[in-house]
């Protein structure tokens, strides 16, 4: 059979491959490998989705009622509020907007597996920059790594897969050494599990206000459980996030999404609780796996980075023997979601006999 001929991809896209999801767990299994939230959703949002303005009609393309509640919660006017399906959404959007052929775009690795596809999907070149041996992010370095050719530059607090967070001193220290024209996307798709009182929190801090070239990125899919709603949201400088509504696929908010944000919201206590069981759940699983003597870095999201190195794919197949789907990335580490109270024993038994 000779090969149909098909429609040219442009070289840079062809050399992609499309985005892996981890593995999807059968009825017994714990999935650990999305950093979900492992709570059922609450009542006031299931209902919240059901009574959804009638299907047959779009959404607001601006999700204006979501901006507003975002706004006067964060004190932002709602044009410095973005709205998109998900934030990686709103990534790809903001490297689009900024960033192309001949342009570098600037992120720490190891990082979120998402980032390196985004400059080369706008044509630009991405540069790397290593994390430092205790799987933090080296500003220094990416400080040093900003040429006149960067147009955006990618911080992830806390790291995801590896957990730890970025100060607010380390970060203010950096966004002084970048140029202002450059965009530096904060995104914090993990705060609400953030303890460490130096952590940089870039909405507290309202970063944006003193650094317009600052945008910073939420997600309702983590702390709030609403990951397969596709929602998320980035403050900023309103022209800044123009640009990311232009690039944006319009109407790409669903209303279902939006009232389920909203609802969220209103429940915000309640959420909150169930981080704070996550965080418990947290510390009790780096503390076990210290004890059994493994390296771990301080995470302050919900997950934990376990340093497997070589052993990687087999350490991976003891986790899944055990009903536990967990992230490997092969001869690094695995990432291990902090999940339903009955996987954390079982986490720590795996781990331990991999000891
Ligand atoms: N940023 C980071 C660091 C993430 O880990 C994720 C999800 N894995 C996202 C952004 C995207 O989240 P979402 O698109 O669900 O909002």
Redesign the pocket.
Known sequence: MTEPILPRIRPAIAALAPYRQGKQAGPDAFKLS??ENPFDPLPSVLEALQSTTPINRYPDATAARLRTRLGARYGVEPDQVHVA???????HQLILATASVGDEVVYAWR????YPSLPLVAGATGVQVPLTTDSRHDLDAMADAVTDRTRAVIL?TP???TGPIITSAEFATFVERVPADVLIIL?E??AEFVTAPDAVDGLAERVFERHPNVVV?R????AYGL?GL???YAIGHEKVLDAARTTGIPLSVTSAAENAAIASLDAEPELLERVAVIVERRTRLLEGLRAQGWEVSDSQANFVWLPTGERTDDAAAAFLENDLVVRPFSGDGIRISVGEEESIARVLEVAGALR
């Open positions: 999305s950093n399906s998900g934030s990686v959404s709103i990534l990082s979120f597996e998402a992830c790291n995801n897969p995104d798709a993990y990125l997600t309702f899919s983590k990951a596709r929602i998320g």
